[in-house]
């Protein structure tokens, strides 16, 4: 049967930010890169990053100065502050260690570094320098290509001598390199295969 290699479908991860900006810098700067997981793709400006870590310092200032304060009851309110500032940076995506990192200098980091969030291959790049991005904002589309999907177009007629499970033969045109594979489905992939 003819057949096509193919990308894992279940392997492909698309990445996005989770807050409006700029690119700033590119690292990741063509198709074809390998990556992985936890590497710098780019870094972003972003004017609401920006705010809520200074929002976090002043708080935390606020904090160290009611400490030594007579008045009590408004620690708690600046505690929140403080929690609420620093849980917004987490679900736009930084690290606590970034955000420690803020803290102990404080001060803000300007140009907020984008990681991978899995090693692959990039197969898309819509980053570029200066570039305003969004939360819709496709930016890469990265694949795991350590294991791929071989699409073997067989007749109707020839169906019925294929089994799950069964072992294939796969010859590539370009040379002798031939490879048998563990299983052999049809059909969709199930979760155990």
């Known amino acids: ?44 400006y972003s004017p609401d990053l920006l705010n809520t870590q200074e929002e976090l ?19 708690r309110d600046t505690d929140a502050l403080v929690a609420s500032a620093r849980r917004r940076l987490q679900l736009w995506s930084l690290t606590d260690a970034e955000i420690d990192d803020v803290i102990r200098t404080k001060t803000p980091i300007v140009s907020v570094p984008v990681s991978s969030p899995a090693t692959g291959y990039v197969l898309t790049r819509n980053a570029y320098k200066g570039q305003r991005i969004t939360p819709d904002t ?32 796969v010859t590539m045109p370009y040379g002798d390199h031939q490879r048998t594979g563990r299983r052999f489905g049809c059909g969709p992939r199930r979760p155990d295969q």
């Open 138 to 169: 496709e930016l890469y589309t990265l694949a795991d290509l350590r294991r791929v999907w071989i699409l073997a177009e067989v007749f109707e007629a020839d169906a019925q001598y294929i089994r799950l499970g069964m072992l294939a033969r």
């Open 1 to 44: 049967a003819v057949g096509s290699v193919a990308v894992d479908e279940t392997r492909i991860t698309k990445v996005h930010t989770r807050v409006d900006g700029w690119i700033d810098s590119v690292h990741a700067d063509f198709t074809g890169k390998p990556v992985v997981a936890g590497q710098r793709l780019l870094t972003l």
């Open 57 to 75: 310092l002043l708080a935390i200032r606020q904090q160290t100065t009611e400490a030594t304060s007579v008045v009590s009851g408004m620690s």
